[in-house]
């Protein structure tokens, strides 16, 4: 089965200041890896997918992950943070042999100091 | 292109109630999925369909829940009788069902249970 640990529930960052978020798997095949925000009382948007080919993926808004397979890791990044990133930060692992469905995280609150 | 549409958008209720929650996925899409959000934690997959077969619903408490999508479209998800732990958000998703493509997500239906 597969599974997903985010090690960080809460972050808080300095506007302007870097932001990492971590994120692990479990799966026994290829993982397809993918990194969704939800601001409060909306839904998920997905920001970045990772399929296969280049390990770095560039999102929306400004993020980017990387693919590490030795690590099992998918850690999110954003050089410069705006105080509009402030929301709750998802990973997931999804495959095809598991029927396209999504196994997320327990999610990462990122607060924004100004 | 309109969203995922998902009703009502808060409900409260006793212990014992039924409730019913609808979702009518993006026009097109195949895949129609019901994620459960307990308050702190990721989405869970209750229910995965495939036009209005079920794929996977090994995860949905089938002596207290049900869902269906007669027609292919629109789902409902029903809790009878609801228990205080269903206290949660219902997330309806959609895609068109091809190999890893992204989930859209509606706003979610918040259920209170008293």
């Known amino acids: 089965a597969q599974s997903v640990t985010q090690p960080d529930i809460h972050i808080t960052v300095s506007e302007g200041a870097s932001l990492e978020l971590r994120c692990n798997y479990s799966?026994?095949?290829?993982?397809?890896l993918f990194w969704y925000v939800q601001s409060p009382g909306q839904g998920l948007q997905l920001l970045l997918k990772?399929?296969?080919?280049?390990?770095l993926v560039q999102g929306i808004k400004g993020f980017e992950a990387e693919f590490k397979r030795s690590q099992s890791s998918f850690n999110l990044r954003k050089p410069s943070v705006h105080w509009s990133d402030a929301a709750e930060y998802f990973c997931?692992?999804?495959?095809?042999?598991?029927?396209?469905?999504?196994?997320f995280g327990g999610g990462t609150r990122v607060l924004v100091k100004p | 292109e309109a969203g995922v549409a998902q009703s009502p958008r808060y409900k409260i209720i006793e212990k014992r109630q039924s409730v019913a929650f609808w979702c009518n996925p993006i026009?097109?899409?195949?895949?129609l999925y019901w994620y459960q959000q307990i308050l702190g934690q990721g989405p869970k997959l209750l229910i995965q369909?495939?036009?209005?077969?079920?794929?996977?619903d090994s995860q949905l408490p089938k002596d207290r829940f049900s869902a269906e999508r007669l027609k292919g479209v629109d789902s409902t998800l029903k809790i009878q009788p609801a228990k205080l732990e269903d206290s949660a958000v219902y997330l309806c998703?959609?895609?068109?069902?091809?190999?890893?493509?992204?989930?859209?997500f509606g706003s979610g239906t918040q259920l209170s249970v008293l």
């Open positions: 369909f495939q036009n209005n077969g079920v794929v996977d």
């Open positions: 997931a692992v999804g495959a095809r042999a598991a029927g396209n469905k999504l196994t």
């Open positions: 990772y399929f296969s080919g280049d390990t």
């Open positions: 799966y026994g095949a290829t993982p397809y």
């Open positions: 998703a959609s895609s068109r069902g091809v190999e890893n493509e992204k989930l859209f």
């Open positions: 026009s097109g899409h195949a895949t």
